[in-house]
């Protein structure tokens, strides 16, 4: 193994940055430490001495603050040990390298989406790429993430924090413990991972520069970014022409939707998600909820003329299965419809579908909720002038559903 070497901290080489998030995390911690005895010992005067004498008698803000420190010590000084020794392994192993060198000249991906769609396909794409951009809708106003926004006025971090785990590097304890979720105590619902994002945003300022910091803490193999920074709702016409207001509500409504459209209603898209989608050699679009996690992002008009002016081929990956209460009874071709509907007519280059065939017991199990096999209607797609790609996608005994290798291998095919 090649010993440490002064080299190791030159410019551009990477080992730096190791060592100083881990020496931030143990200052941190060590600082949190200190805090938090100064309190429990009732000696405000040490305090006092660093600046902290505001704390006496503040015991709240005090175990905020010691909690916080603790928490985000440990946390960095894992990532920069962690960072250290994969880069010592990295030196050390010519294997490592290469597979790094491999994946860093694969495609460049764009993923747009949102949900557990878009994780199922980045899981996949980053053993065959580290060239991938995720683009997660910002319109979740549900679960853990619903009740932040509300309370706290923040943007929504759940599909963030599943789009960086799916592309961490790999699925360690930290992975874990950010998919981690509280379920007693007033923390019951919140997952580790979106409270996380939301205090690193508060300690640095800025949401965006959470989820980059984020990106390095976790080792993520690409990039994952808001479609927008803009605090947005999602609104729906259903059919019978009523209107309902927010992603939730749209879901849990029984009337299909006819037109989304977000207020405000032209949100600023991320500069950084139009260079993506200006330079991808394959822009993806799915899979996952048509709706509520994959329109909500092409509906913000610098997106749609991003992909009117890229060069890259463009995919709508559809879904094996029709969502009740949203795409009940459609076909591949009703959703590309609904897709033209929202302003992608001319943009669509590929309709990737699954012919993997569901069993008859599976098959009647989702009959009782409503859901069933999306029928591939080859004539009206070829109609609406998309090229119709077929593969064997999905998978499962209990749940059908995209398979991440077979999606992820049939997407890096039509990006080659």
């Avoid at 749209?250 to 260079?275: F, K, N």
């Avoid at 009959?367 to 998978?395: F, I, M, N």
């Amino acid at each position: 193994m090649n010993r440490p070497s002064v080299e190791w901290l030159y410019p551009g080489v990477g080992f730096k940055r190791w060592v100083l998030l881990a020496a931030a995390g143990v200052l941190a911690f060590g600082f949190a430490v200190f805090v938090g005895l100064g309190a429990w010992l009732s000696s405000y005067r040490a305090l006092a001495g660093v600046g902290l004498g505001f704390l006496r008698g503040h015991f709240f803000i005090t175990g905020l603050l010691v909690g916080a420190g603790i928490v985000l010590g440990l946390l960095a000084a894992y990532g920069g040990a962690r960072g250290m020794v994969r880069f010592a392994r990295a030196v050390a192993d010519p294997g490592v390298k290469r597979s790094e060198a491999r994946l860093a000249k694969g495609p460049r991906v764009v993923a747009l989406g949102g949900g557990t769609g878009l994780s199922v396909l980045l899981g996949g794409l980053k053993r065959g790429t580290s060239n991938v951009t995720a683009v997660v809708t910002m319109a979740d106003d549900g679960g853990s993430s619903g009740m932040l926004r509300r309370d706290m006025g923040v943007l929504p971090p759940g599909d963030l924090r599943n789009c960086l785990v799916a592309l961490a590097e790999d699925e360690s304890l930290l992975g874990r413990l950010f998919q981690y979720r509280f379920a007693e105590g007033g923390l019951a619902g919140h997952s580790f991972g979106n409270l996380f994002l939301v205090a690193l945003a508060a300690v640095t300022g800025d949401f965006e520069r959470a989820v980059q910091e984020s990106t390095s803490v976790l080792k993520v193999r690409g990039r994952v970014l808001p479609a927008t920074l803009d605090d947005v709702q999602l609104h729906a016409q259903v059919e019978g022409g009523e209107q309902v207001a927010g992603q939730s509500s749209i879901t849990a409504h029984r009337g299909r939707p006819v037109r989304v459209w977000l207020s405000p209603e032209a949100p600023r898209p991320l500069p950084q998600v139009l260079d993506a989608i200006a330079s991808a050699d394959l822009v993806v679009l799915g899979p996952g909820s048509l709706y509520t996690s994959i329109i909500p992002n092409l509906v913000i008009p610098g997106v749609r003329e991003a992909l009117r002016a890229t060069r890259a081929r463009v995919v709508y990956v559809c879904n094996v299965m029709t969502q009740p209460g949203e795409t009940d009874g459609y076909t591949a071709a009703d959703h590309v419809e609904a897709l033209y509907r929202h302003g992608l007519e001319g943009l669509i280059d590929v309709v990737l579908v699954s012919d993997t065939p569901v069993s008859a017991d599976l098959a009647a199990a989702y009959a009782q909720t409503g859901a069933q096999l999306v029928r591939v209607d080859d004539a009206r797609l070829e109609r609406l002038g998309v090229h119709v790609v077929r593969a064997s996608l999905a998978a499962g005994s209990n749940v059908f559903r995209h398979d991440a290798a077979r999606l992820s291998g049939a997407v890096l095919r039509l990006a080659r």
